[in-house]
């Protein structure tokens, strides 16, 4: 695998957990994350499988890196989000994120299989990494979760990690797109309620083989109905129908 990634070692797991701590803290002071007990089961969720695992969720909001990220922190892991390349190259911020193990993604390769490599690396060491397959905040109506890429089919297959799917509604009341700052403070001080629901973990390798990851068709397929678990959990906590089809198309 590709020696670009580097684990954060000791060092920066202290780094982590300081840091982890702050930002938890200041979240928990901006906002009220509520994990709801899913249909059918006797309790929410109380930890992450051991080992490794990818986390995956709705993108509405700026602060859902880091709100999944509290989140798994609740439930006994510490997340390694991956991030674009740009962000390592941002003064401090990119010193930081890379201390604290932050994964970079190179959305500018060509090859797909290049771009994951650090992820990989990091799953192959038992990490927990979290991801939000939209790639960016939903544009679709009503905050719908958008179709997903494949990068997290691509990941799963390849390292063998389940995929537990994850709803949060409510980020967006938080830090949004393209929302003014004074209503964005305003939020902010009402401590808007982030409501998470936690899904069963999907194994997905056993949907798709290492040989299938060149079938586009398939791998279009399966990523769709990972997907579709994000958007049932988050029909579930809005207590409202899912689009049809499920996953709103990218509008770029």
Do not use: C
């Not at 700026?62 to 991030?83: E, F, I, T």
């Not at 990068?151 to 938080?174: C, D, F, Q, T, Y």
């Amino acid at each position: 695998m590709s020696g670009s990634w580097r684990h954060p070692g000791r060092s920066g797991a202290i780094v982590y957990t300081v840091a982890a701590s702050i930002v938890g803290g200041l979240l928990t002071m901006i906002s009220r994350l509520q994990i709801e007990r899913q249909r059918g089961r006797q309790r929410a969720a109380a930890a992450l499988p051991d080992g490794a695992v990818i986390v995956v969720a709705n993108h509405t909001s700026y602060a859902d890196g880091l709100l999944l990220a509290l989140l798994a922190r609740r439930m006994g892991r510490s997340l390694r989000m991956l991030a674009t390349a740009g962000v390592f190259r941002i003064p401090l911020i990119g010193r930081l994120a890379r201390s604290v193990g932050f994964i970079p993604v190179r959305r500018d390769s060509s090859n797909p299989a290049v771009a994951l490599e650090p992820a990989l690396d990091a799953l192959a060491m038992g990490e927990a990494i979290g991801l939000l397959p939209a790639g960016r905040i939903t544009r679709g109506p009503d905050q719908w979760p958008e179709r997903a890429k494949t990068g997290v089919v691509r990941l799963a297959v390849r390292s063998g990690a389940p995929v537990v799917p994850v709803a949060m509604v409510g980020a967006h009341r938080v830090i949004a797109r393209r929302r003014l700052l004074s209503r964005t403070m305003l939020n902010v001080l009402l401590r808007p309620q982030v409501s998470v629901r936690v899904g069963e973990p999907v194994d997905v390798a056993a949907m798709l083989d290492v040989a299938e990851l060149d079938d586009a068709d398939r791998i279009r397929a399966v990523t769709d109905t990972v997907m579709a678990e994000v958007v049932d959990l988050v029909a579930q906590v809005r207590r409202e129908a899912a689009p049809d089809p499920i996953g709103v198309e990218r509008v770029d």
